[in-house]
């Protein structure tokens, strides 16, 4: 039998996900059946930057969907850690390609939660590392590290001038940047120009974080999401979108 979809790589990884997508939509184990989820309009690719997430699924609004897993992910858990996530974007697949159906993480998908043995919206493969983040907390207290932010953000600014604490014993917080500890607030990220709070469409590179939004859809949301801007100062195209509610905008609406 021809395996359905598409590869956009020669990735161990994506050719892997591609066979166990087949597996699951064609075999009998799992509820999704090819009259769910079309596979000949799947690509399968593999993102060696992205690290905040397992995998991502864009679609282009007619139907056609990336899934695009992340190879530190295949790399620290394994393949099969990465199979609940491939059959996570394959619920999304459905979505795109389901008339009527809102894609994200709302009822539609928490619908085959269960059925597919899904931990739901985000899933925790493997423990993090302080090089896995750009800014990184440590408790003064004797708890050591606590975690960390891939931007510049309001908890990086806090846990600098000690409004943010330890969330176990209420310590101070040591912040470690890209060039060592953090005394003080850069004077750069003083007068930021990107108010969060104030965009309900918010850009993130791979690489450089929050780098810009829009407060409503418009064109320049719509070429984001459809992967048609590269980021200028570090000219990656691995941008995503996020709603006010954090969820990764995959599709524009219907017009």
Not at 11 to 37: C, F, K, M
Not at 45 to 55: A, D, I, P, V, Y
Not at 63 to 92: D, K, N, P, W
Request: proline share 4%; aromatic share 8%; hydrophobic share 25%.
């Amino acid at each position: 039998m021809a395996v359905a979809g598409e590869l956009s790589d020669s990735h161990e990884l994506s050719e892997r996900a591609r066979q166990y997508a087949n597996a699951v939509i064609d075999g009998d184990e799992w509820p999704l059946t090819p009259s769910l989820v079309d596979l000949d309009c799947v690509t399968f690719e593999t993102s060696t930057r992205m690290k905040r997430q397992h995998g991502v699924c864009p679609s282009d609004g007619d139907g056609h969907c990336t899934i695009r897993l992340s190879e530190q992910t295949y790399e620290r858990a394994g393949f099969t850690a990465m199979q609940q996530t491939i059959r996570h974007e394959l619920v999304h697949c459905y979505q795109h390609q389901t008339d009527g159906v809102d894609p994200g993480h709302g009822g539609s998908f928490n619908q085959w939660v269960d059925p597919l043995a899904l931990s739901g919206r985000c899933s925790t493969h493997y423990e993090t590392q302080p090089e896995d983040y750009k800014y990184q907390f440590y408790c003064t207290q004797g708890c050591g590290f606590i975690g960390g932010r891939h931007r510049w953000s309001v908890a990086v600014r806090r846990a600098i001038r000690g409004t943010q604490v330890c969330g176990e014993c209420d310590g101070e917080l040591r912040v470690e940047g890209p060039r060592g500890s953090l005394d003080e607030v850069p004077e750069w990220r003083t007068d930021s120009a990107i108010d969060e709070d104030d965009l309900r469409y918010r850009f993130y590179c791979a690489n450089c974080g929050l780098i810009g939004g829009r407060r409503q859809m418009c064109k320049t949301v719509r070429r984001v999401i459809r992967g048609e801007t590269v980021c200028r100062d570090c000219g990656s195209w691995e941008i995503e979108t996020r709603d006010e509610n954090g969820d990764t905008v995959t599709s524009t609406p219907r017009r």
